[in-house]
Protein backbone atom coordinates (compact mmCIF):
# COMPACT_ATOMS: atom_id res chain seq x y z
CA UNK A 1 0.00 0.00 0.00
CA UNK A 2 1.46 3.23 -1.06
CA UNK A 3 0.24 7.03 -0.13
CA UNK A 4 1.25 10.14 -0.67
CA UNK A 5 -0.22 13.47 0.66
CA UNK A 6 -0.44 16.08 -2.07
CA UNK A 7 -0.70 19.94 -0.53
CA UNK A 8 -1.18 23.30 -1.93
CA UNK A 9 -4.01 25.28 -2.72
CA UNK A 10 -6.59 22.90 -3.80
CA UNK A 11 -9.58 23.94 -6.48
CA UNK A 12 -12.11 21.56 -7.96
CA UNK A 13 -15.51 22.07 -9.16
CA UNK A 14 -18.77 20.73 -7.28
CA UNK A 15 -21.26 21.74 -10.23
CA UNK A 16 -21.29 23.84 -13.72
CA UNK A 17 -20.73 27.81 -12.09
CA UNK A 18 -24.04 30.02 -12.89
CA UNK A 19 -22.28 33.09 -12.80
CA UNK A 20 -18.33 34.78 -12.00
CA UNK A 21 -19.37 34.88 -8.54
CA UNK A 22 -20.80 31.38 -7.87
CA UNK A 23 -18.43 30.04 -4.44
CA UNK A 24 -21.31 27.47 -4.22
CA UNK A 25 -20.26 25.66 -7.72
CA UNK A 26 -16.43 24.89 -6.67
CA UNK A 27 -14.59 23.85 -3.56
CA UNK A 28 -11.46 25.72 -2.60
CA UNK A 29 -8.96 25.51 0.17
CA UNK A 30 -6.13 27.66 1.00
CA UNK A 31 -3.58 25.32 2.57
CA UNK A 32 -5.14 22.34 1.58
CA UNK A 33 -4.60 18.55 0.90
CA UNK A 34 -4.96 15.54 -1.19
CA UNK A 35 -4.31 12.30 0.34
CA UNK A 36 -3.81 9.62 -2.39
CA UNK A 37 -3.69 5.68 -1.55
CA UNK A 38 -2.89 3.02 -3.99
CA UNK A 39 -3.58 5.61 -6.85
CA UNK A 40 -6.97 6.77 -5.67
CA UNK A 41 -8.25 9.87 -3.50
CA UNK A 42 -8.83 8.95 0.27
CA UNK A 43 -9.39 12.34 1.77
CA UNK A 44 -9.61 15.92 0.51
CA UNK A 45 -9.56 19.20 2.55
CA UNK A 46 -7.51 21.01 5.38
CA UNK A 47 -3.72 20.19 5.03
CA UNK A 48 -3.61 19.98 9.08
CA UNK A 49 -7.01 17.93 9.50
CA UNK A 50 -5.54 15.28 6.66
CA UNK A 51 -1.69 15.43 7.64
CA UNK A 52 -3.10 14.30 11.51
CA UNK A 53 -5.12 11.65 9.71
CA UNK A 54 -2.26 10.39 7.87
CA UNK A 55 0.21 7.64 8.38
CA UNK A 56 3.11 9.23 10.13
CA UNK A 57 5.37 8.25 7.88
CA UNK A 58 3.35 9.43 4.41
CA UNK A 59 5.46 11.23 1.73
CA UNK A 60 4.20 14.53 1.35
CA UNK A 61 4.75 16.41 -1.94
CA UNK A 62 4.23 20.56 -0.65
CA UNK A 63 3.08 22.09 -4.17
CA UNK A 64 2.23 25.58 -2.13
CA UNK A 65 1.33 28.13 -3.93
CA UNK A 66 0.42 26.29 -6.67
CA UNK A 67 -3.46 25.29 -7.81
CA UNK A 68 -3.74 21.61 -7.28
CA UNK A 69 -6.82 20.65 -9.81
CA UNK A 70 -8.04 17.49 -11.24
CA UNK A 71 -6.29 16.80 -14.15
CA UNK A 72 -7.61 18.17 -17.31
CA UNK A 73 -9.58 16.62 -20.06
CA UNK A 74 -9.73 16.66 -23.62
CA UNK A 75 -12.45 15.48 -25.92
CA UNK A 76 -11.95 15.31 -29.38
CA UNK A 77 -7.70 14.59 -30.78
CA UNK A 78 -6.33 12.88 -33.57
CA UNK A 79 -2.98 10.84 -32.05
CA UNK A 80 -1.63 9.92 -35.97
CA UNK A 81 -1.62 14.07 -36.51
CA UNK A 82 0.91 14.93 -34.38
CA UNK A 83 3.69 15.82 -36.53
CA UNK A 84 0.93 17.55 -39.18
CA UNK A 85 0.17 20.42 -36.74
CA UNK A 86 1.37 23.80 -38.29
CA UNK A 87 0.45 22.71 -41.77
CA UNK A 88 0.08 25.66 -43.82
CA UNK A 89 -2.61 26.96 -45.75
CA UNK A 90 -5.68 24.65 -46.77
CA UNK A 91 -9.58 24.32 -45.39
CA UNK A 92 -11.12 21.22 -44.27
CA UNK A 93 -11.23 19.02 -47.21
CA UNK A 94 -7.83 20.45 -48.69
CA UNK A 95 -6.57 20.10 -45.99
CA UNK A 96 -6.73 16.18 -44.95
CA UNK A 97 -5.96 15.32 -48.57
CA UNK A 98 -2.60 17.44 -49.18
CA UNK A 99 -1.56 16.81 -45.28
CA UNK A 100 -3.12 14.56 -43.24
CA UNK A 101 -4.30 11.59 -45.25
CA UNK A 102 -0.58 11.63 -45.96
CA UNK A 103 0.85 11.37 -42.72
CA UNK A 104 -1.75 8.98 -41.25
CA UNK A 105 -0.19 6.32 -44.14
CA UNK A 106 2.90 6.17 -41.75
CA UNK A 107 1.18 4.56 -39.11
CA UNK A 108 1.05 1.22 -41.15
CA UNK A 109 4.62 1.20 -39.96
CA UNK A 110 4.14 -0.39 -35.75
CA UNK A 111 7.63 1.43 -35.28
CA UNK A 112 6.16 4.68 -36.07
CA UNK A 113 3.16 4.35 -34.76
CA UNK A 114 4.59 3.29 -31.09
CA UNK A 115 7.48 6.30 -31.27
CA UNK A 116 4.33 9.53 -31.79
CA UNK A 117 1.93 6.97 -29.35
CA UNK A 118 4.84 7.70 -26.77
CA UNK A 119 5.26 11.31 -27.66
CA UNK A 120 1.62 12.24 -28.00
CA UNK A 121 0.82 10.56 -24.22
CA UNK A 122 4.24 13.14 -22.78
CA UNK A 123 2.55 15.96 -25.06
CA UNK A 124 -0.56 15.79 -23.10
CA UNK A 125 0.90 15.12 -19.83
CA UNK A 126 3.16 17.96 -20.50
CA UNK A 127 -0.22 20.14 -20.72
CA UNK A 128 -2.14 19.53 -17.75
CA UNK A 129 -4.14 16.56 -19.25
CA UNK A 130 -4.57 13.45 -17.72
CA UNK A 131 -7.34 11.97 -19.99
CA UNK A 132 -8.31 13.04 -24.10
CA UNK A 133 -10.37 10.90 -26.64
CA UNK A 134 -8.70 10.16 -29.71
CA UNK A 135 -9.10 8.98 -33.44
CA UNK A 136 -6.16 6.37 -34.13
CA UNK A 137 -5.34 5.75 -37.62
CA UNK A 138 -7.04 3.14 -39.79
CA UNK A 139 -4.60 0.82 -38.91
CA UNK A 140 -4.96 -1.35 -35.93
CA UNK A 141 -1.14 -1.20 -35.26
CA UNK A 142 -1.99 1.92 -34.38
CA UNK A 143 -4.35 1.61 -31.76
CA UNK A 144 -2.30 -0.90 -30.07
CA UNK A 145 0.18 1.70 -30.06
CA UNK A 146 -1.70 4.24 -28.40
CA UNK A 147 -3.56 2.13 -25.90
CA UNK A 148 -0.44 0.57 -24.78
CA UNK A 149 1.61 4.06 -24.49
CA UNK A 150 -1.63 4.98 -22.34
CA UNK A 151 -1.31 2.10 -20.24
CA UNK A 152 2.62 2.55 -19.76
CA UNK A 153 1.78 5.73 -18.38
CA UNK A 154 -1.40 4.42 -16.26
CA UNK A 155 -3.55 6.83 -18.10
CA UNK A 156 -7.18 7.18 -18.84
CA UNK A 157 -7.43 7.12 -22.42
CA UNK A 158 -10.53 6.82 -24.72
CA UNK A 159 -9.26 5.86 -28.72
CA UNK A 160 -10.27 4.03 -31.65
CA UNK A 161 -9.45 2.74 -35.26
CA UNK A 162 -11.14 5.23 -37.61
CA UNK A 163 -13.41 3.23 -40.23
CA UNK A 164 -12.98 4.72 -43.70
CA UNK A 165 -13.91 2.82 -46.88
CA UNK A 166 -14.15 5.45 -49.65
CA UNK A 167 -13.11 9.14 -50.73
CA UNK A 168 -9.67 8.12 -48.95
CA UNK A 169 -6.14 6.96 -50.36
CA UNK A 170 -6.03 3.06 -51.27
CA UNK A 171 -3.87 2.60 -48.38
CA UNK A 172 -6.00 4.13 -45.75
CA UNK A 173 -9.34 2.35 -46.81
CA UNK A 174 -10.31 -0.63 -45.08
CA UNK A 175 -13.55 -2.31 -46.08
CA UNK A 176 -17.35 -2.64 -44.26
CA UNK A 177 -16.45 -6.19 -42.98
CA UNK A 178 -13.09 -5.63 -42.27
CA UNK A 179 -13.51 -2.67 -40.42
CA UNK A 180 -16.24 -4.28 -38.35
CA UNK A 181 -14.16 -7.24 -37.90
CA UNK A 182 -10.89 -4.83 -36.55
CA UNK A 183 -12.85 -2.75 -34.17
CA UNK A 184 -14.62 -5.93 -32.35
CA UNK A 185 -11.27 -7.86 -32.09
CA UNK A 186 -9.58 -4.24 -31.14
CA UNK A 187 -12.90 -3.47 -28.33
CA UNK A 188 -12.13 -7.23 -27.48
CA UNK A 189 -8.58 -6.48 -26.59
CA UNK A 190 -8.23 -3.04 -25.14
CA UNK A 191 -11.96 -2.16 -23.54
CA UNK A 192 -12.38 -2.16 -20.24
CA UNK A 193 -8.61 -3.32 -19.56
CA UNK A 194 -7.17 -1.33 -17.29
CA UNK A 195 -8.14 2.12 -17.72
CA UNK A 196 -8.46 1.76 -21.46
CA UNK A 197 -12.14 2.67 -23.21
CA UNK A 198 -12.88 2.39 -26.76
CA UNK A 199 -14.74 4.77 -29.07
CA UNK A 200 -16.50 2.97 -32.09
CA UNK A 201 -14.54 5.96 -34.68
CA UNK A 202 -16.34 6.17 -38.37
CA UNK A 203 -14.40 9.11 -39.34
CA UNK A 204 -17.46 11.05 -41.04
CA UNK A 205 -20.21 10.15 -43.31
CA UNK A 206 -17.71 11.33 -46.09
CA UNK A 207 -15.24 8.62 -45.70
CA UNK A 208 -17.80 5.64 -45.09
CA UNK A 209 -20.55 4.15 -47.46
CA UNK A 210 -24.22 3.07 -46.39
CA UNK A 211 -22.60 -0.40 -46.14
CA UNK A 212 -19.93 0.59 -42.94
CA UNK A 213 -22.14 3.26 -41.98
CA UNK A 214 -24.70 -0.60 -41.36
CA UNK A 215 -21.55 -2.16 -39.52
CA UNK A 216 -21.06 0.67 -37.69
CA UNK A 217 -24.45 0.46 -36.18
CA UNK A 218 -24.32 -2.80 -35.67
CA UNK A 219 -20.95 -2.48 -33.14
CA UNK A 220 -23.09 0.41 -31.70
CA UNK A 221 -25.57 -2.22 -30.94
CA UNK A 222 -23.06 -4.70 -29.47
CA UNK A 223 -21.10 -2.64 -27.64
CA UNK A 224 -23.41 -0.53 -26.00
CA UNK A 225 -20.58 0.74 -23.25
CA UNK A 226 -18.08 1.57 -26.04
CA UNK A 227 -17.99 5.56 -26.94
CA UNK A 228 -18.70 6.60 -30.61
CA UNK A 229 -16.88 9.11 -32.36
CA UNK A 230 -17.47 11.08 -35.41
CA UNK A 231 -17.50 14.38 -37.15
CA UNK A 232 -20.38 16.66 -37.86
CA UNK A 233 -20.66 20.22 -39.45
CA UNK A 234 -17.08 21.48 -39.43
CA UNK A 235 -17.04 23.12 -42.85
CA UNK A 236 -19.50 24.09 -45.66
CA UNK A 237 -18.33 22.15 -48.47
CA UNK A 238 -18.02 19.28 -46.04
CA UNK A 239 -21.87 19.65 -45.03
CA UNK A 240 -22.65 20.41 -49.06
CA UNK A 241 -20.38 16.46 -49.85
CA UNK A 242 -21.74 14.49 -46.76
CA UNK A 243 -25.38 15.26 -47.81
CA UNK A 244 -24.84 14.82 -51.84
CA UNK A 245 -23.93 11.33 -50.46
CA UNK A 246 -26.94 10.42 -48.55
CA UNK A 247 -29.55 12.24 -50.58
CA UNK A 248 -32.30 11.04 -48.36
CA UNK A 249 -31.02 12.46 -45.01
CA UNK A 250 -33.01 15.69 -44.16
CA UNK A 251 -29.74 16.71 -42.79
CA UNK A 252 -26.02 15.84 -41.76
CA UNK A 253 -27.10 15.31 -38.49
CA UNK A 254 -29.72 12.99 -40.03
CA UNK A 255 -27.26 10.70 -41.78
CA UNK A 256 -25.44 9.64 -38.31
CA UNK A 257 -29.62 9.17 -36.39
CA UNK A 258 -30.60 6.94 -39.46
CA UNK A 259 -27.76 4.59 -38.06
CA UNK A 260 -28.49 5.09 -34.97
CA UNK A 261 -25.29 6.11 -34.11
CA UNK A 262 -26.26 9.25 -31.58
CA UNK A 263 -26.58 8.00 -28.42
CA UNK A 264 -25.39 9.15 -25.30
CA UNK A 265 -22.17 8.19 -25.71
CA UNK A 266 -21.56 9.71 -28.68
CA UNK A 267 -18.97 12.42 -29.64
CA UNK A 268 -19.70 14.72 -32.08
CA UNK A 269 -16.51 16.91 -33.37
CA UNK A 270 -17.54 20.66 -34.40
CA UNK A 271 -20.83 20.93 -34.37
CA UNK A 272 -20.49 24.62 -36.04
CA UNK A 273 -23.45 25.22 -38.80
CA UNK A 274 -26.09 22.96 -37.20
CA UNK A 275 -29.62 24.17 -37.76
CA UNK A 276 -31.95 24.13 -34.42
CA UNK A 277 -33.72 20.85 -35.83
CA UNK A 278 -30.01 19.17 -35.48
CA UNK A 279 -29.10 20.49 -32.58
CA UNK A 280 -32.54 19.17 -30.85
CA UNK A 281 -32.08 15.75 -32.22
CA UNK A 282 -28.37 15.98 -30.27
CA UNK A 283 -30.35 17.12 -26.93
CA UNK A 284 -33.06 14.13 -27.22
CA UNK A 285 -30.85 11.69 -27.78
CA UNK A 286 -27.65 12.71 -25.16
CA UNK A 287 -25.01 12.70 -27.89
CA UNK A 288 -22.05 15.98 -27.22
CA UNK A 289 -21.33 18.56 -29.66
CA UNK A 290 -17.89 18.86 -28.99
CA UNK A 291 -16.27 22.55 -29.58
CA UNK A 292 -12.79 22.86 -31.02
CA UNK A 293 -12.05 26.13 -30.75
CA UNK A 294 -8.24 26.42 -32.30
CA UNK A 295 -8.56 24.27 -35.17
CA UNK A 296 -12.24 25.94 -36.16
CA UNK A 297 -9.89 28.90 -36.64
CA UNK A 298 -6.71 27.58 -37.59
CA UNK A 299 -9.11 25.74 -40.84
CA UNK A 300 -11.42 28.88 -41.09
CA UNK A 301 -14.46 26.70 -40.44
CA UNK A 302 -16.38 28.91 -38.61
CA UNK A 303 -17.47 29.55 -34.90
CA UNK A 304 -18.90 27.35 -32.31
CA UNK A 305 -22.54 28.36 -30.70
CA UNK A 306 -22.34 28.02 -27.19
CA UNK A 307 -25.71 29.96 -26.59
CA UNK A 308 -27.68 28.07 -28.98
CA UNK A 309 -26.57 24.78 -27.54
CA UNK A 310 -27.31 25.94 -23.52
CA UNK A 311 -30.84 27.05 -25.53
CA UNK A 312 -32.05 24.17 -26.76
CA UNK A 313 -30.81 21.75 -24.09
CA UNK A 314 -27.69 20.15 -26.01
CA UNK A 315 -24.85 18.95 -24.32
CA UNK A 316 -21.33 20.36 -24.95
CA UNK A 317 -17.46 19.89 -24.34
CA UNK A 318 -14.48 21.49 -25.10
CA UNK A 319 -11.15 19.85 -27.35
CA UNK A 320 -7.66 20.83 -28.89
CA UNK A 321 -8.75 18.57 -31.89
CA UNK A 322 -4.53 18.15 -32.48
CA UNK A 323 -3.33 18.36 -35.48
CA UNK A 324 -5.70 21.11 -36.89
CA UNK A 325 -6.02 22.18 -33.15
CA UNK A 326 -2.31 24.37 -33.01
CA UNK A 327 -1.82 23.57 -29.43
CA UNK A 328 -1.86 20.86 -26.69
CA UNK A 329 -2.78 22.75 -23.96
CA UNK A 330 -6.13 23.07 -22.84
CA UNK A 331 -5.40 26.46 -21.65
CA UNK A 332 -4.61 27.75 -24.65
CA UNK A 333 -7.60 26.10 -26.35
CA UNK A 334 -10.03 27.69 -23.51
CA UNK A 335 -7.93 31.31 -24.18
CA UNK A 336 -9.34 31.02 -28.12
CA UNK A 337 -12.60 29.29 -26.62
CA UNK A 338 -12.98 32.86 -24.92
CA UNK A 339 -12.73 34.86 -27.95
CA UNK A 340 -14.75 32.73 -30.43
CA UNK A 341 -17.88 33.56 -28.25
CA UNK A 342 -16.43 37.19 -27.54
CA UNK A 343 -16.95 37.61 -31.33
CA UNK A 344 -20.54 36.17 -30.88
CA UNK A 345 -21.27 38.33 -27.72
CA UNK A 346 -21.40 35.27 -25.68
CA UNK A 347 -19.52 35.34 -22.48
CA UNK A 348 -16.90 32.93 -20.97
CA UNK A 349 -16.40 33.21 -17.65
CA UNK A 350 -12.76 31.95 -15.94
CA UNK A 351 -14.84 29.59 -13.81
CA UNK A 352 -16.42 28.17 -16.14
CA UNK A 353 -13.96 27.54 -18.56
CA UNK A 354 -11.85 25.50 -15.37
CA UNK A 355 -15.19 24.12 -15.23
CA UNK A 356 -14.98 23.08 -18.75
CA UNK A 357 -11.65 21.15 -18.54
CA UNK A 358 -12.37 19.55 -15.87
CA UNK A 359 -15.87 18.17 -13.89
CA UNK A 360 -17.95 19.62 -17.47
CA UNK A 361 -15.64 17.12 -19.60
CA UNK A 362 -15.85 14.18 -17.32
CA UNK A 363 -19.90 15.05 -17.30
CA UNK A 364 -19.55 14.74 -21.26
CA UNK A 365 -18.02 11.49 -21.07
CA UNK A 366 -20.16 10.32 -17.84
CA UNK A 367 -17.02 9.62 -16.00
CA UNK A 368 -17.81 12.25 -13.48
CA UNK A 369 -17.57 9.35 -10.98
CA UNK A 370 -14.16 8.76 -11.39
CA UNK A 371 -12.20 11.90 -12.62
CA UNK A 372 -12.33 15.66 -13.37
CA UNK A 373 -13.11 16.42 -9.43
CA UNK A 374 -11.05 15.87 -6.24
CA UNK A 375 -13.28 13.81 -4.51
CA UNK A 376 -12.82 10.48 -2.35
CA UNK A 377 -13.05 7.29 -4.45
CA UNK A 378 -12.29 9.43 -7.24
CA UNK A 379 -8.72 7.94 -9.59
CA UNK A 380 -6.01 10.23 -8.40
CA UNK A 381 -5.15 12.05 -11.57
CA UNK A 382 -4.53 16.06 -10.54
CA UNK A 383 -2.49 18.93 -12.45
CA UNK A 384 -0.54 21.26 -10.25
CA UNK A 385 -0.84 24.94 -11.83
CA UNK A 386 1.98 27.57 -11.59
CA UNK A 387 -0.01 30.87 -12.12
CA UNK A 388 3.38 33.01 -12.50
CA UNK A 389 4.63 30.26 -14.77
CA UNK A 390 6.22 32.82 -16.94
CA UNK A 391 7.52 35.65 -16.19
CA UNK A 392 4.68 38.31 -17.43
CA UNK A 393 2.09 36.58 -15.93
CA UNK A 394 3.97 36.68 -12.23
CA UNK A 395 3.79 40.10 -13.05
CA UNK A 396 0.43 40.65 -13.90
CA UNK A 397 -0.05 38.59 -10.96
CA UNK A 398 0.63 40.97 -8.69
CA UNK A 399 -2.25 42.69 -9.36
CA UNK A 400 -4.53 39.80 -9.48
CA UNK A 401 -7.22 40.49 -6.46
CA UNK A 402 -9.29 37.11 -6.85
CA UNK A 403 -9.32 33.67 -7.56
CA UNK A 404 -11.43 34.28 -10.80
CA UNK A 405 -8.45 37.04 -11.49
CA UNK A 406 -5.98 34.09 -11.33
CA UNK A 407 -7.86 31.78 -13.37
CA UNK A 408 -8.05 34.15 -16.48
CA UNK A 409 -4.36 34.78 -16.22
CA UNK A 410 -3.50 31.33 -16.43
CA UNK A 411 -6.67 30.57 -19.10
CA UNK A 412 -5.42 33.92 -21.18
CA UNK A 413 -1.82 33.69 -20.58
CA UNK A 414 -0.67 30.11 -19.69
CA UNK A 415 0.79 26.81 -21.35
CA UNK A 416 2.69 23.64 -20.52
CA UNK A 417 5.50 25.76 -18.37
CA UNK A 418 2.19 26.87 -16.15
CA UNK A 419 1.95 23.16 -15.21
CA UNK A 420 4.48 22.07 -11.98
CA UNK A 421 3.55 18.81 -11.80
CA UNK A 422 1.12 16.02 -13.25
CA UNK A 423 -0.06 13.51 -11.25
CA UNK A 424 -1.70 9.79 -12.82
CA UNK A 425 -3.28 7.81 -10.22
CA UNK A 426 -1.01 9.09 -7.85
CA UNK A 427 2.05 8.83 -9.58
CA UNK A 428 4.20 11.96 -10.51
CA UNK A 429 4.54 12.23 -14.19
CA UNK A 430 6.49 15.75 -14.92
CA UNK A 431 9.46 14.53 -12.31
CA UNK A 432 9.38 11.05 -13.98
CA UNK A 433 10.11 12.51 -17.46
CA UNK A 434 12.17 14.90 -16.28
CA UNK A 435 14.29 12.14 -14.38
CA UNK A 436 14.40 10.03 -17.21
CA UNK A 437 15.78 13.38 -19.36
CA UNK A 438 18.56 13.93 -16.72
CA UNK A 439 20.05 9.86 -17.17
CA UNK A 440 19.46 10.44 -20.60
CA UNK A 441 21.58 13.57 -20.50
CA UNK A 442 24.33 11.89 -18.54
CA UNK A 443 25.04 8.71 -20.60
CA UNK A 444 26.05 11.07 -23.58
Known sequence: MSELLIRGRVLTFIDEPQGIDDTASYLT???????????????????????????????????????????????????????????????????????????????????????????????????????????????????????????????????????????????????????????????????????????????????????????????????????????????????????????DARDYTDIYARYDLLTGKTLLGHCIHLSDREISVLAETGAVGVFCPTSNLFLGSGLFDRDRFDRLGARWSVATDVGAGTSFSMLETMDEAYKVLHLQGQRLSPLNSFYRMTLGNARALGLQDRIGSLHVGADADIVVLDSSGKSAMELRMRTAKSLADELFILQTMGDDRCVAEVYVAGRAMKARKAGAAARALETV
Not at 237 to 245: V, Y
Request: net charge negative; hydrophobic share 40%.
Open 29 to 247: VDDGAVLVRDGKIVAVGDYADIRKAAPADVTVADHRPHLVMPGLIDTHLHFPQTQAIASYGAQLMEWLNTYIFVEEQKFAEPEHAAFIAGRFMDELLSNGTTTAVAYCSVHPQSVDAYFTAAEQRGMLMVGGKVMMDRNAPDALRDTPQRGYDETRRLIGKWHGRGRAQYAISPRFAITSTPEQMEMAKALVAEHRDCYVQTHLSENRDEIAFATSLYP
